[in-house]
């Protein structure tokens, strides 16, 4: 079975160790889960990569926030250029796509305890199912440590982690 991962905000401060933003513990079992998935296909919203670049903005240490931000320009440039260690997908179309997004931010009582980009993952998640919908081989997984988000992933995980 394939399977594809949708990776939140948390998991990405997990994964560079975002000072604040991060327990030591749970980092580990970060990088092992993805270790241990490293054949899957993992996808980062462009809106998380812009809560990520904020929440390394926080970070007091201006040496370990330089570090931190060298790390994710390294890995955003081998991504796009199609090497990995991810596939950055697009908030959405702006002009076909947004409108709709903010209405259904704004009409679904569960997604108003979701901010946009929570919500935007919801959206690539069930997006990326309807794209391998016709494999039943696939299952599509978001990788986060809010509870609420983790819900709305289309295919519930064996062993989540949070």
């Given at each position: 079975m394939r399977t594809?991962?949708?990776?939140?905000?948390?998991?990405?401060?997990?994964?560079?160790?975002v000072p604040g933003f991060h327990r030591p513990?749970?980092?580990?079992?970060?990088?092992?889960r993805i270790r241990k998935h490293e054949t899957s296909q993992f996808?980062?919203?462009?809106?998380?990569?812009y809560e990520?670049?904020?929440h390394i903005g926080d970070v007091a240490d201006g040496g370990r926030r330089h570090e931190i931000a060298l790390k994710v320009v390294a890995h955003?440039?081998?991504?796009?250029?199609?090497a990995g260690p991810w596939l950055i997908v697009p908030v959405v179309d702006v002009k076909a796509k947004l409108p709709q997004l903010l209405r259904d931010f704004s009409a679904d009582p569960l997604r108003l305890q979701m901010g946009l980009t929570d919500s935007t993952i919801v959206s690539e998640a069930h997006r990326?199912?309807?794209?391998?919908?016709?494999?039943?081989?696939?299952?599509?997984?978001?990788?986060?440590?809010?509870?609420?988000?983790?819900?709305h992933?289309?295919?519930?995980?064996?062993?989540?982690?949070?």
């Open positions: 594809v991962f949708v990776l939140d905000t948390s998991y990405l401060c997990e994964l560079y160790r513990e749970l980092s580990k079992q970060i990088k092992e996808y980062v919203p462009l809106a998380c990569l990520l670049c904020d955003v440039e081998t991504s796009a250029a199609d990326l199912k309807e794209k391998y919908s016709a494999s039943l081989d696939y299952r599509v997984h978001i990788w986060t440590t809010d509870t609420i988000l983790k819900a992933e289309p295919d519930q995980e064996p062993d989540p982690l949070l």
